[in-house]
């Protein structure tokens, strides 16, 4: 079955600590997203790439990086300098830059220790 | 700044209900309105609205565009317990550059009581 794949499923950050959620995708899309979801506000966009070794910053992008070195896999590292980093990360993809609907992972859970 | 306000936040009704979700915004250079529900964790897709007055429907599920007045409804007829969820809209703009956007609303949480 094509879809995202999105782990760990929850994941715990020690302070001063890097981490990275993985996100993997079957379904031969260009476009990858990663989304921050915090209770009581929408879907905020951390990061997009619209095709390999190419990515632009969303609306909260400072604290995280990403790589897009293959097609199928858009990793978010979520860096110490993301003083807030608690909250549930998804990971969607589109067909093509210009495509909204987006089909989306079963999400990451990020607490802070 | 492009805004999405949905309503009502919270909405608890009883099993066979008729329930309607509001989604109105406020944005630049709209290019089209969409719904997904979240049940866990991933959302999964619902409707795509791009014009107005066309009904989109599927099953107990339909939805209509109002792009003069700027908003969107959502309805669910005969309301079962696996409507429970989290309704999110979303709209999507195209910038001077020509990438998309998608700017979401803070989402509807409806239960349905059995």
């Known amino acids: 079955d094509g879809g995202i794949t999105q782990s760990p499923k929850y994941l715990f950050r020690k302070e001063g600590q890097n981490v990275t959620l993985s996100c993997e995708q079957n379904?031969?899309?260009?476009?990858m997203y990663w989304y921050r979801q915090d209770p009581g506000q929408g879907l905020r966009l951390i990061y997009y790439?619209?095709?390999?070794?190419?990515?632009q910053k969303g609306d909260i992008a400072e604290g995280y990086s990403v790589s897009r070195e293959k097609k199928e896999s858009f990793p978010l590292t979520v860096t110490s300098a993301q003083k807030n980093p608690t909250a549930f990360y998804l990971c969607?993809?589109?067909?093509?830059?210009?495509?909204?609907?987006?089909?989306f992972g079963s999400g990451t859970q990020l607490s802070v220790l | 700044e492009d805004k999405v306000v949905q309503s009502p936040l919270s909405l608890v009704v009883h099993e066979g209900d008729t329930v309607t979700l509001n989604c109105s915004y406020e944005?630049?250079?709209?290019?089209?309105l969409l719904w997904y529900k979240q049940e866990k964790k991933a959302p999964t897709f619902l409707f795509m609205l791009?014009?107005?007055?066309i009904e989109k429907k599927s099953g107990r599920l339909s939805s209509i565009l109002d792009k003069k007045e700027l908003f969107s409804i959502l309805n669910i007829t005969a309301t079962q317990t696996g409507d429970s969820a989290i309704y999110l809209c979303?709209?999507?703009?195209?910038?001077?550059?020509?990438?998309?956007?998608?700017?979401f609303g803070t989402g509807t949480r409806l239960t349905i009581i059995p």
């Open positions: 969607a993809s589109s067909k093509t830059e210009i495509n909204e609907k987006l089909f």
């Open positions: 379904l031969n899309h260009d476009a």
């Open positions: 790439s619209q095709i390999v070794n190419d990515f």
């Open positions: 944005v630049t250079n709209f290019r089209s």
């Open positions: 791009t014009s107005s007055g």
């Open positions: 979303a709209v999507g703009t195209i910038s001077n550059f020509g990438n998309e956007k998608l700017t």
